[in-house]
């Protein structure tokens, strides 16, 4: 197999804020898997929270020369896992004139509602935000700044009857999410996403959580999942932590069976990224693959959005 890497930037439609920063592009990695007269692609979007850069992941990348069986004992959970495993899998399905679903032995994809999500900005603005997306049926807040509570009643204001998920990007102190859950509540909130740092998040086990609370940063892959215990009620599973479609399944299936909900979740890329995630948010509480809503220009062959939801994939583009 001949396999090589390229750096894709895609510009957003407006600057993009969490508690963390703001950007205007999103930049990729797109991995390229050839042989056996087929081309299979996959796409990843390193991310400094954990460690990584666009330099790093390439050389990750580049350094992989085994076979697919052997990427799990290659290479750690994350993005450059990711893109490859996700390119095998479209080489696999494009070799076999088949798609990805069926060589995994599972229905074909029924489009998932997604969450939109609203970035961080003033409450007023937030609030315009709100009101623009207001038909959408699940809109996405992304608060961890001590104004969260101006913010979250503008976005009520703007989108009285949308349902909303927050997330707080490890931003509150435990203090300050026990405040607040109670106006979460009564704003009608349906989930917060990792209220406390990962690695900080102890006192979830201890206080009330009338409110589901989702892992994210405190998830990455099946060795997670004794962490969380006591902790969380959902799991946030995206690809470019679990290193892949094949590991993000095997999460699921093993965090449905120890009773916690999941969420599909992505970083800020492209359809391509998104393309292997609509199989996994099959029936999940919640799905988040709003990348390419976000983003100015995408890949050929576009995943299709109405109002039924993300949509999978056409061959082309993956699987």
């Not at 990729?28 to 954990?50: F, I, K, N, Q």
């Not at 088949?98 to 900005?121: C, F, H, N, Q």
């Not at 009773?259 to 391509?272: A, D, I, K, T």
């Not at 983003?295 to 109405?306: G, M, Q, S, V, Y």
């Amino acid at each position: 197999m001949k396999v090589s890497v390229t750096r894709d930037v895609f510009q957003l439609a407006q600057v993009f804020t969490i508690s963390r920063g703001s950007r205007t592009q999103a930049e990729v990695l797109t991995v390229s898997v050839e042989g056996d007269g087929a081309r299979g692609r996959g796409e990843c979007v390193p991310y400094a929270r954990y460690g990584e850069t666009l330099d790093s992941v390439t050389a990750q990348i580049e350094s992989f020369t085994g076979a697919w069986p052997d990427l799990p004992d290659a290479l750690p959970a994350g993005a450059a896992r990711n893109a490859l495993d996700c390119a095998f899998w479209d080489h696999a399905a494009k070799r076999a004139g088949k798609r990805a679903w069926d060589l995994l032995g599972v229905s074909v994809p029924r489009p998932e509602i997604t969450a939109y999500t609203l970035s961080l900005d003033t409450p007023d603005a937030m609030q315009q935000q709100a009101a623009k997306n207001a038909a959408r049926p699940l809109l996405k807040i992304k608060l961890g700044t001590p104004d969260d509570m101006a913010r979250l009643e503008a976005v009520r204001r703007g989108a009285p009857d949308a349902q909303i998920i927050v997330d707080a990007n490890e931003g509150w102190t435990a203090e300050v999410y026990a405040d607040l859950a109670p106006h979460l509540i009564r704003l009608g909130v349906k989930m917060v996403e990792q209220p406390l740092p990962a690695g900080q998040d102890d006192m979830l086990s201890e206080i009330a959580r009338p409110l589901p609370v989702c892992a994210d940063e405190s998830c990455h892959d099946r060795a997670s999942l004794p962490g969380l215990r006591g902790k969380y009620d959902i799991v946030n599973i995206k690809l470019d932590k679990t290193g892949g479609l094949t590991e993000a399944l095997a999460l699921k299936r093993q965090a449905q069976a120890e009773g916690y909900g999941v969420m599909v979740g992505c970083m800020v890329g492209s359809s391509l990224a998104m393309a292997p995630a609509t199989i996994l948010a099959q029936g999940v509480a919640f799905t988040d693959l709003d990348g390419p809503l976000l983003l100015a220009e995408d890949r050929n062959e576009p995943l299709k959005f109405d109002e039924h939801g993300v949509h999978p994939p056409a061959a082309a583009l993956w699987g």
